[in-house]
C-alpha cells in the first residue's frame, strides 16, 4: 500500500508543468516575413489603423476586473494582391508604447492572417489598450482588415467579443 501512496505522490510531483508562459506570444516569425525591396510605387497608398484591445475589463465596480487574452488578426482580404505592415505598436491604457512588434515592413499574402496573442495574465495594456498599425497596399485593392478577439472562461462561465479596426490616415 506505502508503495502505492508513493508511486501517486511521485506521479503527481512530475505531471506538473512548472514552466512559465511568456507574456507576448506571436504567432508568426517576423523575420522570415520582411519585405526587403523598396515600396516606393506611385501606385501605392499608405495608411494607419487604429484597433481598441482589451486585456481587462471592468465588472461590478471600477475596483474589479477581468483579465482577458486577445487575439490580434492582421487580415488580407485580397484574393490576388499582397499587403504590407510597416509596424504594429501596442499602446497601454495611458497612451504608452508597451510594444512594436516588429522593426521591418513585413508581408501578408493574400488571403493570409497573421496574429498577435496577447497572455491573459498580461494586463500591462489595462482596459484602455490599443494596437496601431501602419500599412502600404495598392491603390486598387481593399485595406487589411484588422480584428481582435478577447476572451476569458473561468469554471462554465464565459466571455467573449470582437473589436475592429478603424482606418484613422
Known amino acids: 500500500m506505502k508503495y502505492v501512496l508513493l508511486f501517486i505522490i511521485v506521479l503527481t510531483a512530475f505531471s506538473c508543468d512548472t514552466k512559465p508562459e511568456e507574456v507576448y506570444v506571436a504567432s508568426n516569425n517576423w523575420k522570415a516575413m520582411q519585405w526587403n525591396k523598396p515600396l516606393t510605387d506611385s501606385l501605392l497608398v499608405s495608411g494607419s489603423t487604429y484597433l481598441s484591445v482589451y486585456s481587462q475589463i471592468y465588472s461590478v465596480t471600477e ?11 492582421l487580415r488580407n482580404i485580397n484574393k490576388k494582391d499582397t499587403i504590407f505592415i510597416k509596424e504594429a505598436d501596442f499602446y497601454n491604457t495611458s497612451g504608452d ?7 521591418e515592413t513585413i508581408y501578408v499574402k493574400p488571403m493570409q492572417t ?29 485595406p487589411p482588415y484588422f480584428e481582435a478577439v ?14 475592429t479596426g478603424v482606418e484613422i490616415e
Open 63 to 73: 475596483h474589479k476586473t477581468h483579465n482577458l487574452t486577445a487575439t490580434v488578426s
Open 97 to 103: 508604447l508597451i510594444k512594436a512588434y516588429f522593426t
Open 114 to 142: 497573421i496574429e498577435i496573442v496577447i497572455n491573459e495574465r498580461d494586463i500591462e495594456g489595462g482596459t484602455g489598450a490599443n494596437f496601431v498599425f501602419d500599412w502600404i497596399a495598392s491603390k486598387d485593392v481593399k
Open 150 to 163: 478577447q476572451i476569458s472562461t473561468s469554471g462554465q462561465q464565459g466571455l467573449s467579443f470582437t473589436t
